[in-house]
């Protein structure tokens, strides 16, 4: 049983951080209680990279019209349920190496089989801010994370890849190697260790990627 539940999401709203080029979260207030006596109703837009997500297959690779089976809603919800580590590497900016990954797990994991690995790499995240330098993950790290059996990352920065990389070579990885990963994670309120982690995507039947709702139990 756990007793405490870490809230690991970021707000999303009209203030929140957008990747350069992504469409920001809108909301239009399509009827109001006033004017209906009954109730208020919203619309929303945003892209689904705002906050804390998950990305699908289909985001890299594939024909939005076309192929089936890679898009958010098809996201095994095991690989986003479970136990996860949490590495404490903040503060970091720099691309994530195997030899950190090994070192903090030998240290964190000693005997047991890690299956989920969470990256803090930031003690303050500012929600309205997009920043521009942060830790991602190098191919060497997913390769032997995917070695280690380890079926989901996650991070605390807006892409598993260096912002200036334009063939997303750790999007690629990871998807090659058949992991999951979640970015835009809040950190900043937990420490390294053990917890079980609960993120499930939406059921977007048509999305490459998907807002979750990220908590770690304790
Ligand atoms: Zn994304």
């Not at 996201?75 to 900016?93: Q, S």
Request: with cysteine.
């Amino acid at each position: 049983m756990y007793t405490k539940i870490i809230d690991i999401s970021q707000p999303v709203g009209s203030t929140s951080a957008c990747f350069p080029g992504d469409a920001p979260f809108q909301r239009q207030v399509t009827l109001t209680l006033q004017e209906s006596g009954v109730v208020n109703l919203c619309s929303m837009s945003m892209s689904p990279h705002v906050g804390t997500h998950a990305d699908a297959p289909i985001h890299i690779r594939g024909d939005m019209d076309v192929d089936s089976g890679i898009a958010a809603a098809d996201l095994p919800l095991d690989a986003f349920l479970g136990a996860a580590t949490v590495i404490d590497l903040a503060p970091y900016n720099e691309g994530i190496t195997a030899e950190q990954f090994v070192e903090q797990i030998n240290k964190l994991h000693p005997a047991g089989k890690p299956q989920r690995i969470l990256f803090k790499t930031c003690h303050q995240i500012r929600y309205h801010m997009f920043e521009d330098s942060y830790a991602y993950l190098t191919v060497d790290l997913v390769q032997s994370m995917h070695k280690q059996g380890i079926r989901l990352v996650g991070i605390d920065t807006p892409s598993v890849d260096h912002i200036k990389s334009k063939s997303l070579e750790a999007h690629h990885a990871l998807d090659e190697c058949g992991m999951f990963w979640l970015e835009n994670l809040d950190l900043t309120k937990v420490e390294a260790g053990e917890y079980i982690l609960v993120a499930l995507p939406l059921k977007l039947t048509e999305m490459e990627a998907s807002p979750v709702r990220a908590v770690l139990l304790a």
